[in-house]
């Protein structure tokens, strides 16, 4: 028998994959069982909330890009504050990266720790990364080789796919894979069926760069664009050789957005992603380390192109790369501080801003922030649009409402942000996840379609 309705959301403005329209959202069970005109009479029985005048109902957004760091780095983020900043930022789901964690997630009983300290933290739904590292007696080492039965069982643990790095990680413990590696993490994921997404910055070409010194400007020539440029073509004939989905990681020059969309004009299995920082600041005016990123955050008008090649389909996801690091590690000049940018719960006030200020719709928005991520994490089934059979996580925004930043009231771990005393549209007003107020231990740890959430 089907579960009775317990809720239904009422909104003159629903984003749903159709377009925003009136809608009444009918949730049971945690679900989605109906999508139906705005003024149907609702269900015995059910609770009716209706969305102010002023306010938008949109799908909780999907973040396929956080660093969570516990445990093991706990002291720099963890599951409780990632978690609390996602739900106060509209993010009902988001997906934990396989580093800055120790131990790092290369192998099942790395997973099963990192599942065992979140279970009972969490206030979304998170699902998990593995990683493609080169092992040497099941270890993370340089020298060693990617390991595909590794990577099959961790797919069989429930991860969503596998990062791999093409230049240094920043931490020791996630070394990244050579030419030969690559091809065998490629073909392993395509053979399992699951993503690689990659950092894809080119190591030969940054090594040929000069050296980051204190200043933003020395920090920048040491990132070129020729690095991210080379290293897509080099995964876009990786992709074409192996039929792996490959997912580039936050692509901050404009050329390699305009190399993806080349390259999926010809078939080639390959997608990316931007992230806030790189559509919202830019090198003439970055000041703040809490700015620094790897690759960076460049000039004004690579911005702008960066925009048209998210708006032309280029890029198809826009997600945080959630980094964050203690306030100590920022310090000092932009060669060595922690390049790391923390936007988690600001992700969908950033993107909106810049977004409606481009003429850009809130449809845009949801198909970057939530539909897009789900599809690449294997979550589309339950996550991602206002539509029956999905979770019923659900995001009230009020869109043209403007506040500044304040760092002191945000949710992550330590108040560093480079969006401090910023203007910007949209406030998120009420968040649903499966249709209840999102709380700290209400999150479920997620597997994708192939598998049920735990």
């Known amino acids: ?11 003159r403005r629903a984003v749903l994959p159709t377009g925003t329209a009136p809608a009444a959202v009918v949730v049971a069970d945690g679900r989605i069982t109906d999508v139906t005109d705005h003024d149907a ?22 973040d396929s890009h956080v660093h969570v760091d516990e445990p093991g780095r ?53 699902a998990f990364w593995g990683g493609a590292v080169p092992l040497r007696d099941g270890v993370p080492d340089p020298d060693g080789a990617v390991d595909p039965d590794r990577m099959a069982a961790l797919v069989d643990a429930g991860v969503c796919g596998f990062k791999c790095f093409l230049t240094d990680s920043g931490v020791p413990e996630f070394p990244p ?42 920090f920048l020539a040491s990132r070129p664009p020729g690095a991210e440029t080379t290293a897509v073509l080099r995964l876009a004939a990786v992709a074409a050789r192996t039929g792996a989905r490959v997912h580039v990681l936050h692509v901050s020059a404009f050329e390699a957005a305009e190399e993806i969309g080349a390259a999926r004009a010809q ?8 992230c806030p920082h790189y559509l919202a600041l830019a090198s003439e005016t970055l000041t703040s380390t809490a700015g620094k990123c790897c690759p960076p955050v460049r000039s004004e008008s690579n911005r702008e192109l960066l925009w048209g090649a998210l708006g032309a389909g280029r890029l198809q996801a826009v997600v945080s790369d959630h ?32 977004a409606a200020a481009r003429g850009h719709t809130l449809d845009d928005v949801a198909a970057w922030m939530s539909a897009a991520p789900a599809a690449l994490a ?8 206002i539509a029956a059979g999905r979770d019923a996580d659900l995001v009230v925004l009020a869109p043209d409402e403007v506040d500044e930043v304040d760092p002191t009231v945000l949710h992550h771990r330590h108040p560093v942000t480079p969006y401090a005393g910023l203007a910007l ?23 994708p379609e192939r598998k049920r959430a735990t």
Request: charged share 20%; net charge negative; glycine share 12%.
């Open 323 to 354: 980094s964050p690091c203690p306030p100590e590690l920022k310090d000092g000049g932009f060669g060595q501080a922690w390049g790391g940018v923390s936007s988690l719960e600001l992700a969908l006030r950033v993107v909106w801003s810049g």
């Open 378 to 385: 294997g979550l589309e089934g339950a996550k991602g649009a």
């Open 267 to 274: 078939g080639v299995p390959i997608t990316g992603e931007t």
């Open 425 to 447: 549209r949209g406030a998120v007003r009420r968040v649903w996840l499966r249709g209840q107020d999102p709380v700290a231990g209400g999150g479920r740890l997620l597997t």
């Open 41 to 62: 009479p609702a269900p015995p029985g059910a609770a009716v909330v209706d969305v102010a005048a002023d306010e938008v109902l949109l799908p909780g957004l999907v």
């Open 74 to 126: 706990t002291e720099w983020e963890g599951f409780a504050t990632a978690t609390a900043a996602a739900a106060a930022g509209g993010v009902t789901t988001l997906v934990d990266m396989p580093l800055n964690s120790i131990p790092p997630t290369v192998d099942v009983d790395a997973l099963l720790v990192k599942r065992d300290v979140a279970r009972d933290q969490v206030a979304v739904d998170v």
């Open 1 to 11: 028998m089907e579960p009775s309705p317990t809720l239904v959301v009422r909104a």
């Open 177 to 218: 894979v050579g030419h030969a590696d690559l091809e065998l993490a490629a073909r392993t994921c395509a053979e399992l069926d699951v993503p690689l997404v990659v950092h894809a910055e080119d190591d030969g070409v940054l090594g040929e760069a000069p050296a980051a010194g204190e200043d933003y400007r020395s």
